[in-house]
């Protein structure tokens, strides 16, 4: 085993110990994210009658649905012990959830402003927002028809997945900044909040961001050589 | 030239070429937050009679002080025409002067809480400003004294390499990611907006997303193989 196979195989170990963290971080994450919307605030219903229900689907699947299946779908090359061409399928199929899920948390955002007569697309979240979610729909077509599909040479696979890794890295950060940005507008939207509510979206801020870094950290530590 | 070496350049130089996409949005992010200040809000200056004045150093210094200027010393190893050494110590001697700026527009923001009479640190944004600021000064510490002093064996350099950088790219993610929670926690506090000032600060915002995937592209492109 020369060097460069030695540092492979300690920063695949480390890669591997990482995606532990994301899921402490993303599990701890989910707790919050309940505990915040059951607890502190009005439970989540997407044919409710009170919009703030229906809005509240929308962090709930904008997270659990999106980010968090998102990032097992990017780790499930270190997660899934299996062959390389089930964890493709895996990583592939586990995407798609999340774009469908990730759509009905979009629908629940729609459906609150007009139940609400709010206007669309106005503030900095839902710009980043719609742009992280159309890229990453463009992403998961263009690595369908590169990677899934037998009639890419070789020589353009390698080539794209470079890209593909450091574009699906980037979405993550950016869906990451998403998720951070509507926490804080609705915090501003919300006015004076009770101390123990303030709290629980501050843990629940940093666990989003610290589950972010983990899932970036396994795919970026693992290829360092 | 065997595929490895043929692979690597080709990524450096498109690593290289991600390095103008950065100048660019980090030019166009210091011009928007310029208008910004100067146009639609107060002005800047820390020995103001005006709070707000005092306020605005804050935005300015975090993002052209720290931000952009860690974002330089980070692209130094490709911007920078000069042997590997040089390089080296224009790395950490800009972000020394990162952290010095960061630290005069830490002040800022406290210096203002106090004129206020506002309490400090209870915010998202804040808990992950500190983290972020401490960790990086953190990181540039244990980088001095690992790669800058010679004491350090090669085997020691060559393991903490991998997590310096990963280390790095992290911090650079939490940095924007408190900058854009920072733009929607003052977006809540001055509430209804005049819409071409909201529209500066949206684009205020995917600048600084887009300055800090760029950073992060440079330094992962260049290392994918």
């Not at 890669?15 to 993303?26: K, P």
Request: aromatic share 12%; glycine share 8%.
């Amino acid at each position: 085993m020369d060097v460069h196979e030695a540092h492979r195989v300690r920063y695949g170990r480390s890669a591997l110990r990482v995606t532990i963290l994301a899921h402490v971080f993303g599990t701890l994450a989910i707790i919050l994210l309940l505990v915040w919307l059951l607890h502190f605030r009005e439970g989540l219903d997407l044919d409710s009658d009170d919009p703030n229900r229906i809005f509240n689907v929308h962090p709930f699947l904008m997270f659990f649905g999106f980010i968090f299946l998102a990032g097992e779908a990017m780790m499930a090359y270190k997660t899934v012990g299996a062959e390389r061409k089930v964890q493709k399928y895996i990583h592939m199929f586990v995407h798609l959830v999340a774009i469908v899920l990730g759509i009905v948390g979009l629908h629940a955002a729609f459906k609150f402003h007009e139940k609400r007569g709010i206007s669309n697309l106005y503030s900095l979240h839902s710009w980043i927002g719609i742009g992280t979610f159309s890229l990453f729909c463009l992403q998961w077509l263009l690595g369908m028809s590169v990677f899934l599909f037998p009639g890419a040479p070789m020589e353009t696979r390698a080539r794209a997945a470079a890209w593909h890794v450091s574009g699906g890295r980037a979405l993550m950060f950016m869906a990451i900044c998403t998720a951070l940005t509507g926490l804080m507008e609705k915090v501003g939207f919300l006015g004076q909040l009770r101390h123990s509510e303030a709290r629980v979206i501050n843990f629940l801020g940093l666990s989003i961001l610290l589950f972010g870094i983990s899932v970036d950290l396994s795919v970026s530590l693992a290829r360092y050589i």
